[in-house]
């Protein structure tokens, strides 16, 4: 089921219904549904699904020419129907249209519709189960006239072919009183039955096609026709696949994949598991089906032989091969669909009679043979045991195959060797092994193996570039980039990856520890003295270093290039500090001097520098970049002849930051003409001016920074900038090449996942500025490829993933523990199927001017909105839809075309928010300094069934009739230690409610502890709810509140019942005084109580009775909430009850948390 489940989805987000691109062309979709591509799949299909049932005389295949004169009959006819939940195709071909195409001027096709299932058929299958809501059946004498008719058109024909069966008005789902979708028979409607009669009686041959999402009861009539199809709903090419096997141009291969009933009463009869009382038939009805499982006739007839199997036991992880010869003993071409069953015996546990485990489909010509082998796993023949435990006692399994679950060979024995740990393994020779994953909550992902077996583990080459956006080649973009497109075309490319905040250091010690710029609240760009801010915090390195690998970092991983605390320099087992000038040229360093000394420019975390570009004719080592990739090249020669351990080898290259510079060669790839401004200038309505950085101040400490921002810029330093980063861009491509060639020089590229990511943006003149520091798209948006070697290569994926998520993937990929604090979520998936689901939306967020700006990626779209900081209300929202407006200037949030969407995105944005500022494991003290009353859990959703000190569940007991085994399981198997019961006398007067239940739950559990809640105020002298209530209209509704006269006799009375319970025996250690305090409605057995009240109510009225009938062992436990509300708001409202002193136990339901 998992594995049918985890491929439906995968299908569904492969046609985008989960997630962007989201983007529907209705006129390229109108091309592809009508394409002859398309009509070709669905016909064939439709001929895979129809199953030929029966062939008496072998009236089929139909010979062309022999009917001169073919009557096509019946409510489904000249109707293609479709199941339920069917959409409108453009064109669909029904059995009428089907043979009349088919025959031409052969024969003369004619048709008549017999009867309506019902009068209120609209004819549309998609109509019929969206729009249809009571089905008006149309009865026998609403359809005389038509059965009249259709028997006088048999008469004059030669053949006819019966369309009958259902549509969905007969099976669809049921959702509401007046849309109702089941019936109690299989049976043909009356009128179908009638015209079904009526028309064998004419004495013509009958073909009977039928249209059915579920089995068709024939009854008598079954024996009086020939031939019989189930077309099931084949869907818009069922007329074209039936007329093909008709006329016999296609050979039926089709099988039945359920048992065919002969009536409603062998259901819900299992046919594979039949009891002792059905060893007989029926008095009315043989105990077989109509038509077994797995049945279907061809036009030619299959032989097996040499039936075999390559081992005579089984263990665990094992398989054994099934081989047979398959011979085509007739004369014409068909297909096969071999079966192979298992029948369990003398095992402690009955098996069914016969279980499919295997199938196989060929197609052979006339006369031919081929060998054919299933495959049969030790997996699959696993079961539960008593103990609901998954496992292969010894025993054994009769093996056979053949043409349906009543057509099979002579059985072949295969013995089970037990799947206990102390078993000694089979000796036997099997052809085939594989490991077998233990049951687990989710499917076990398969083991990658490293290619190499040199290293146990894959190493990792982490490359980090600086302020390169998605301006590559390999994304379509002008930058000429030859070496990162080789790696993208051995790796797979993200093509929505996105950072969690667009600047340097944020985002980097986002992507390295794991947390979201909101939770750690380092969101500045250099983000200096993190570490002693969060000593705790178990960084990437730090993390892989602790696994074994040999780590080692240079460049600018974190924000800082040289070995400077920003690096987490105690972290790495080595970290390699390459330095040089920005700038090659005399002429520029002078310049980065003088601005020095003139203290105009820059500030101390920025110092000014010198020009924003430079060209300069030299060897690519003369820079940094250069010098860096060079350095990793030596690196990696010391680890090519090191193979103790794996290595996390990790560069950052700088370009193309700012200055762009870069060596000339890289400049003359480029006529500088070619480049041109953006047409984006502008800025979205309402999106804030100082959250849109249109002074670009990253610029303003270079000296030829001119005006007073971007749009001050004379068009020649425009292009100077588009060019330089270019350049730069093709600068550090090259350099990634260098390290990429050496990797595979040292032959460590079989062994070693390569990941090339981006900070963040940039924006080259968008919305009229140049820098990053934005929510905007183009500075969210980052280039991400990652290569292992063990898996898909070359292709690429439109998932929203974030940077963030770099961490958990590397865990899982080299087969490490993710640390429970990391908030991200590993994408290995989207390596093994780049269209697999992962990310609904992608979160990022930056500060502007006394705000903070969050924004997703969403669907089509971007959404932002930025909150004041010290108010904490909303300042702007900006809602762009990205598939109209690429460039982002134009603001949507206020049109109403666009409010659905912006809904969504809101809730969407808000619930990102509250993720991403969660809590986390490396927030928490350490034990010695925790104080005792704070519970320390970890919030990762991979963590369950954490054990919370102080913290428990109760199972709730009322209403029910539980047997021994029942109370067994919950109370010993589930180790149930307290149990919640309703205490007040019920509504019918009973005093005794449930103690005979807990009585047998005491000898079963003799700690079993008792909840006691109460419900409703009520008494065996007064039951009726007015005589302690009273209605109150609260939050629109009438709510039951109790009386302020009845709060005395109310309290002694639920002293009383516990009293009368503890007197039967039963062990109520603690009181419920009121079950869902906050929820109430008129007619509900509840009562609501306000804070204040209820706190009063247990410190005046029951504890001083607790105390006076010596009950002070009795916890109290108050509120009981029936919902906790937003984060926790329910609670805070009850914090007067919760904090009394006299209320030992929080009580809360669980409805919505």
């Keep these: 089921i998992d594995t049918a489940v985890r491929e439906m989805l995968s299908l569904k987000f492969r046609l985008g219904l989960f997630e962007a691109p989201m983007v529907l062309d209705a006129a390229k979709a109108a091309k592809l549904a009508a394409s002859t591509e398309t009509n070709s799949l669905a016909t064939e299909a439709a001929r895979q699904s129809i199953v030929l049932l029966k062939n008496e005389d072998n009236l089929l295949p139909l010979k062309l020419g022999t009917h001169k004169n073919i009557a096509v009959i019946g409510p489904n006819a000249a ?183 002969r009536t409603v009463g062998h259901i819900p009869s299992h046919y594979s598991q039949h009891g002792s009382s059905l060893v007989f038939d029926y008095l009315d009805s043989p105990q077989s089906p109509q038509y077994p499982f797995g049945h279907g006739l061809s036009y030619t007839s299959f032989e097996y032989t040499n039936i075999s199997i390559s081992a005579e036991t089984i263990q665990a992880g094992q398989t054994v091969d099934v081989t047979f010869t398959l011979t085509n003993t007739g004369q014409r071409e068909g297909t096969e669909i071999s079966q192979l069953y298992v029948s369990g015996e003398e095992f402690e546990i009955a098996r069914p009679a016969l279980e499919l485990k295997g199938f196989a489909r060929t197609t052979l010509r006339g006369g031919e043979s081929t060998q054919i082998t299933v495959a049969l796993q030790a997996d699959d023949l696993f079961f539960h045991d008593m103990q609901l435990k998954r496992v292969l006692p010894n025993g054994k399994y009769l093996v056979r195959v053949g043409r349906s679950s009543a057509d099979l060979s002579k059985p072949l024995t295969l013995g089970t060797i037990s799947s206990a740990k102390n078993m000694p393994v089979a000796s036997k020779t099997i052809t085939a092994a594989k490991p077998i994953a233990p049951p687990a909550e989710a499917p076990a992902k398969p083991t990658l193996e490293p290619v190499s077996s040199r290293n146990r583990k894959p190493n990792v080459l982490f490359i980090a570039i600086d302020d390169l956006r998605p301006e590559l080649g390999c994304y379509g973009k002008h930058v000429i980039s030859p070496n990162i497109d080789k790696l993208a075309a051995s790796g797979v490319q993200f093509n929505r990856a996105y950072c969690q905040q667009a600047v340097c250091g944020a985002s980097r010690l986002s992507l390295m520890g794991g947390l979201y710029p909101t939770n750690t609240r380092e969101q500045t760009f250099h983000v200096n003295g993190w570490r002693e801010r969060h000593p705790n915090l178990l960084t990437m390195n730090q993390h892989f ?249 070359g292709q690429t994926t439109d998932r929203l993933v974030e940077l963030i998520d770099l961490y958990p993937t590397l865990c899982d990929l080299t087969g490490i523990e993710t640390p429970a604090h990391c908030q991200g979520r590993s994408f290995r998936g989207l390596l093994d199927d780049p269209e697999s689901g992962h990310r609904y939306s992608s979160y990022s967020s930056y500060p502007a001017w006394k705000s903070l700006g969050h924004s997703i990626r969403f669907k089509t779209f971007r959404y932002t909105e930025w909150f004041h900081n010290d108010t904490g209300k909303l300042r702007a929202r900006v809602l762009t839809d990205l598939r109209k407006d690429p460039g982002e200037v134009t603001n949507c949030a206020d049109n109403p075309a666009y409010a659905e969407s912006l809904a969504a995105a809101k809730a969407e944005l808000h619930k990102r928010i509250k993720e991403a500022n969660a809590d986390t494991v490396f927030k928490t003290t350490s034990a010695s300094q925790a104080t005792p009353t704070t519970i320390q859990i970890e919030t990762s959703v991979s963590r369950r069934r954490q054990t919370i000190d102080g913290f428990g569940g109760s199972v709730a007991f009322w209403g029910t009739k539980a047997d021994d085994t029942a109370l067994k399981a919950t109370l010993d198997e589930l180790n149930a230690n307290i149990i919640r019961v309703q205490g007040e006398v019920t509504k019918a007067g009973l005093t005794d409610h449930n103690v005979t239940l807990l009585q047998r739950g005491m000898a079963v559990k003799p700690s079993l502890q008792v909840l006691l809640t109460f419900w409703q105020p009520r008494s065996a002298e007064h039951l009726e709810p007015e005589y302690w209530l009273r209605a109150e209209q609260i939050d629109g509704t009438e709510q039951y509140i109790l009386r302020d006269d009845r709060m005395e006799q109310w309290a002694d009375e639920l002293i009383s019942r516990v009293q009368f319970y503890r007197s039967l025996g039963v062990n109520v250690t603690t009181v419920g005084i009121q079950n869902e305090s906050n929820w109430s409605h008129e007619g509900t057995q509840t009562c609501r109580w306000e804070p204040d009240r209820l706190k009063t109510f247990i410190e005046q009225f029951i504890q001083p009775r607790l105390e006076a009938n010596h009950l002070t062992d009795l916890l109290v436990a108050a509120p009981d909430l029936a919902y906790i509300g937003p984060d926790a708001s329910e609670f805070r409202r009850f914090l007067p009850a919760l904090m009394s002193p006299d209320v030992d136990i929080a009580a809360y339901h669980m409805y919505d948390s």
């Design 79 to 261: 109707v293609c129907r479709l199941g339920n939940y069917s959409g409108m195709p453009q064109k669909t071909v029904s059995l009428f249209e089907g043979i009349r195409d088919y025959v031409g001027n052969k024969a003369t096709v004619t048709h008549a519709e017999g009867c309506q299932i019902a009068s209120n058929d609209t004819g549309s299958s998609y109509k019929n189960w969206r729009y249809v809501d009571e089905v008006q059946y149309a009865s026998l004498e609403d359809n005389q006239m038509l059965i009249e008719a259709a028997v006088e058109l048999a008469e004059h024909s030669d053949l006819v072919v019966l369309a009958l069966g259902e549509n969905v008005l007969l099976s669809r789902e049921a959702w509401g009183a007046n849309h109702i979708g089941d019936r109690t028979t299989f049976e043909l409607t009356t009128s179908q039955q009638e015209l079904a009669a009526r028309v064998l009686n004419t004495g013509k041959p009958v073909v009977l096609v039928l249209n059915n999402g579920k089995p068709v009861v024939l009854g008598d009539d079954a024996s009086r026709i020939p031939a019989i199809l189930t077309a099931h709903y084949a869907g818009q090419q069922t007329g074209t696949a039936l007329a093909e096997i008709l006329f016999g141009e296609t050979n039926p291969s089709g099988k039945l994949t359920i048992s065919w009933p």
């Design 545 to 793: 270093g602790m696994h074994g690998y040999q780590t080692i970092g240079m460049g600018k991983i974190y924000h800082g290039h040289s070995s400077g605390p920003a690096t987490d320099l105690e972290n790495w087992d080595t970290w390699i500090d390459v330095s040089t000038s920005e700038y090659a040229l005399q002429k520029n360093k002078d310049l980065v001097t003088q601005a020095l000394k003139d203290k105009t420019k820059g500030s101390t975390h920025a110092p000014p520098e010198g020009p924003m570009t430079e060209l300069a004719d030299v060897p690519d080592d003369t820079y940094i970049d250069g010098k860096r990739a060079a350095r990793a090249i030596k690196v990696l020669d010391q680890l090519a002849n090191d193979g103790e351990k794996p290595f996390f080898l990790a560069v950052g290259f700088t370009k193309p930051h700012l200055p762009f510079v870069a060596p000339k060669k890289y400049w003359d790839l480029y006529d500088r003409d070619s480049f041109s401004m953006p047409s984006n200038s502008g800025r979205p309505p309402q999106w804030p001016e100082d959250a849109a950085f249109t002074k670009a101040n990253e610029m303003q400490r270079y000296v030829d920074y001119v005006g007073n921002g971007p749009k001050d810029f004379p068009q020649s330093l425009n292009k100077r900038l588009l060019h330089g980063y270019a350049a730069a861009a093709s600068f550090v491509d090259a350099n990634v090449g260098r390290v990429l060639d050496a990797l595979e020089e040292k032959g460590l590229a079989d062994n070693t996942i390569v990941v090339l990511w981006g900070d963040h943006g940039w924006k080259l003149g968008d919305h009229s500025s140049w820098c990053k520091h934005t929510n905007f798209e183009c500075d969210t948006r980052v280039p991400l490829i990652v290569r292992d070697p063990r898996m898909n290569s």
